[in-house]
């Protein structure tokens, strides 16, 4: 069993940057994927970024390519979304999520149901 505990969610005005953060516990070793999504209100959950356990492999949604950056630290189980130039839309929950499957693709990736456990989620808003 995993559990997975978000951090560094927050305001921030449109053009700032934000860097949050995921703790895994448990069972890691099954986290060969970890990923991030966000739901805005009102919205259907999306894909925003996926690493694999190597950090060999990244996939991002075009709506934040080369805006937000994906990291993660296998001796700490924990995993990273750096976020930069943040526009109002940005505004979501942005929940982490691990899988024990080697996605190999970005359709694989951006898929709700290829993610087995999920964080509780926390709040980022982006004023303009």
């Known amino acids: 069993q995993v559990q997975l505990v978000e951090s560094g969610g927050g305001l921030v005005q449109a053009g700032g940057s934000l860097r949050l953060s995921c703790a895994a516990s448990?069972?890691?070793?099954?986290?060969?994927?970890m990923g991030w999504f966000r739901q805005a209100p009102g919205k259907e959950r999306e894909f925003v970024a996926a690493?694999?356990?190597?950090?060999?492999?990244?996939y991002y949604a075009d709506s934040v390519k080369g805006r937000f950056t994906i990291s993660r630290e296998n001796a700490k189980n924990t995993v990273y979304l750096q976020m930069s130039s943040l526009k109002p839309e940005d505004t979501a929950v942005y929940y982490c999520?691990?899988?024990?499957?080697?996605?190999?693709?970005?359709?694989?990736?951006?898929?709700?149901?290829?993610?087995?456990?999920w964080g509780q989620g926390t709040q980022v808003t982006v004023s303009s």
């Open positions: 999520a691990s899988s024990y499957r080697k996605l190999g693709s970005l359709s694989a990736v951006e898929a709700v149901p290829s993610w087995s456990t």
């Open positions: 448990g069972r890691t070793s099954s986290n060969y994927f």
């Open positions: 690493i694999n356990w190597s950090s060999s492999s990244t």
